[in-house]
């Protein structure tokens, strides 16, 4: 099974041709990150990628934060899976555990860019959306074989956490607590301003859009 870099809704766009257009515009900026890392022999961290992609993409630290998490562990399963069906392929993106950090090794992150761009096309398709109009579509994906990845064959990080477990974190843990405290805040927001029925559904689904309104932001900021 290829390493899952799951699109689960795609927001009201014009057609697919905008939306594939928009996608391969983010994933050459992706592609010229890993490049850049390739070529400077770069160690890089999750939480890096994730300040590059922010400052290309936009969005906010929890969206950028997720992505960069996804992005690399499927590109380390893309690699892995490569290697167990070709005795000749060489993997592009390795982890350094002395530095707790990713390397790219060379152009192979090309053909993961690739990929994406091949099975969203082919998500697209399964999906039934059409470009018959210019009017706005959502398409919904189903989410299949949802993973969290737990790094557990690497003694030296565990050994790290066992020696110091005050300054162990745990980026997916912190992730969900922050998502539970905007859902709190969201809610507080919604109820306590008595919005319209019009304005609860368009709020409800810019939220789980990923569109959180700068109100609720700022409360969490000041109760964090």
């Known amino acids: 099974m290829l390493?899952?870099?799951?699109?689960?809704?795609?927001?009201?766009?014009?057609?697919?041709q905008s939306l594939l257009a928009e996608l391969s515009r983010k994933l050459d900026k992706i592609a010229d990150l890993?490049?850049?890392?390739?070529?400077?022999?770069?160690?890089?961290?999750?939480?890096?990628?994730?300040?590059?992609?922010?400052?290309?993409?936009?969005g906010d630290r929890y969206s950028s934060e997720n992505?960069?998490?996804?992005?690399?562990?499927?590109?380390?399963?893309?690699?892995?899976m490569k290697r167990r069906h070709s005795n000749f392929y060489t993997r592009f993106?390795?982890?350094?555990?002395?530095r707790n950090r990713y390397t790219i090794q060379n152009s192979g992150y090309a053909s993961f860019i690739d990929w994406i761009r091949t099975d969203t096309r082919y998500l697209l398709h399964e999906s039934g959306a059409t470009d018959d109009n210019d009017q706005a579509v959502e398409v919904y994906l189903?989410?299949?074989?949802?993973?969290?990845f737990l790094r557990i064959n690497s003694r030296?990080?565990?050994?790290?956490?066992?020696?110091?477990?005050?300054?162990?974190?745990?980026?997916?843990?912190?992730?969900?607590?922050?998502?539970h405290k905007i859902s709190v805040a969201m809610l507080t927001y919604?109820?306590?301003?008595?919005?319209?029925?019009?304005?609860?559904?368009?709020?409800i689904e810019d939220y789980f859009l990923g569109r959180i309104p700068d109100e609720v932001l700022a409360e969490v900021r000041r109760s964090s």
């Open 3 to 16: 390493p899952i870099l799951q699109i689960q809704v795609f927001p009201k766009v014009p057609n697919q």
């Open 34 to 58: 890993f490049g850049s890392y390739a070529r400077d022999k770069t160690y890089f961290s999750v939480e890096e990628v994730a300040v590059e992609l922010r400052k290309f993409l936009g």
């Open 67 to 80: 992505l960069a998490s996804i992005l690399v562990q499927s590109a380390d399963n893309y690699d892995r």
């Open 93 to 98: 993106i390795t982890y350094n555990e002395s």
């Open 142 to 148: 189903p989410k299949v074989n949802p993973e969290i």
């Open 156 to 179: 030296l990080q565990m050994e790290r956490s066992l020696r110091d477990p005050h300054n162990y974190r745990n980026f997916i843990l912190e992730n969900v607590k922050m998502r």
């Open 190 to 203: 919604l109820f306590e301003n008595e919005v319209s029925n019009d304005v609860f559904w368009e709020l």
